[in-house]
């Protein structure tokens, strides 16, 4: 089983910064990818971010220019850098990795708890 962790939520007023951490941990043969999804309240879960094994992202249009995403491969962790947040960046932020638990495994998503990052105006 792979567990991921996150950590780094909170309030911050707008145009503030926050760093979101998620660890993975347990079985794991190969990672893909991980990345960062939100859901704001009354809303569908969009993405964020991702980042792919050789460092390639991807970032949803709104948050281009403001927000990071960087993982350490040697801790099977990934990071959100989150800058200049606005009011409408609101929402529980999600970890997300895709990849196999062994060497057999078909390549699956998992899922963290989830983060709450709150935005004041």
């Known amino acids: 089983q792979v567990q991921l962790v996150e950590s780094g939520g909170g309030l911050v007023q707008a145009g503030g910064s926050l760093r979101l951490s998620c660890a993975a941990s347990g079985s794991i043969f190969s990672i893909n990818a991980m990345g960062w999804y939100r859901q704001a309240p009354g809303k569908q879960r969009e993405l964020v971010a991702t980042?792919?094994?050789?460092?390639?992202?991807k970032y949803e249009d709104s948050v281009k220019g403001r927000f990071t995403i960087s993982r350490d491969n040697t801790k099977n962790t990934v990071y959100l850098q989150m800058n200049s947040l606005k009011p409408e960046d609101t929402a529980d932020y999600y970890c997300t990795l895709s990849g196999r638990a062994y060497v057999a495994d078909f390549v699956r998503d998992y899922w963290g708890q989830g983060t709450q990052v709150t935005v004041s105006s």
């Open positions: 980042i792919t094994s050789g460092g390639t992202t």
